[in-house]
């Protein structure tokens, strides 16, 4: 059996955590919290997006079926949904705003100096906009359709790499 490093633990070497853990410490993200930290609650979010997880239950599931590796990713101890449905309720989501910050800035570095294929001296950008489907019983002041809620959302996309300047 392979003894390296899982796909996912090589992912997450890519997030800084140094400036994660700024963030956390600056909105108080692990005061309160008993059993899962902000960087618990954020590998198992990401492994839920890496993976289209579609429910706390599904994500539970999902990393409860293979125990043995959830220390490889980072995770101390067994998520429970319940515990994760408190840790989403009551975490500041600024810290997840100011991480996809980060994020952003690193990734834009990256792209910089690629050529569009079109020699341009500014920066072109793209206008898009999605509909995103909300439940109507959570979300009653965002009616949409008769029997749907849903929320507009529309992005500046940098055309070097697709990379959202403003959402």
């Not at 997450?12 to 909105?27: C, G």
């Not at 439940?135 to 749907?148: D, G, Q, V, Y």
Request: aromatic share 12%; proline share 3%; hydrophobic share 45%.
């Amino acid at each position: 059996m392979y003894g390296g490093k899982t796909l996912f633990a090589q992912v997450m070497e890519f997030v800084p955590w140094t400036s994660f853990t700024r963030i956390v410490h600056r909105y108080r993200g692990n005061a309160g919290g008993r059993t899962r930290s902000c960087a618990e609650q954020f590998r198992a979010l990401a492994f839920a997006q890496l993976t289209w997880r579609e429910s706390l239950r599904d994500i539970e599931g999902s990393l409860s079926a293979t125990p043995s590796t959830l220390y490889a990713m980072g995770v101390r101890s067994p998520i429970k949904r319940a515990t994760l449905a408190d840790a989403n309720e009551s975490r500041n989501w600024r810290i997840w705003f100011d991480l996809a910050t980060v994020l952003i800035r690193r990734a834009r570095k990256l792209y910089a100096s690629d050529s569009l294929g079109v020699e341009l001296n500014n920066t072109v950008y793209a206008l898009d906009s999605s509909t995103v489907d909300l439940c109507l019983s959570l979300f009653a002041w965002a009616p949409f359709r008769s029997t749907t809620a849903a929320i507009k959302l529309h992005t500046v996309l940098d055309l070097r790499g697709c990379i959202p300047a403003f959402i």
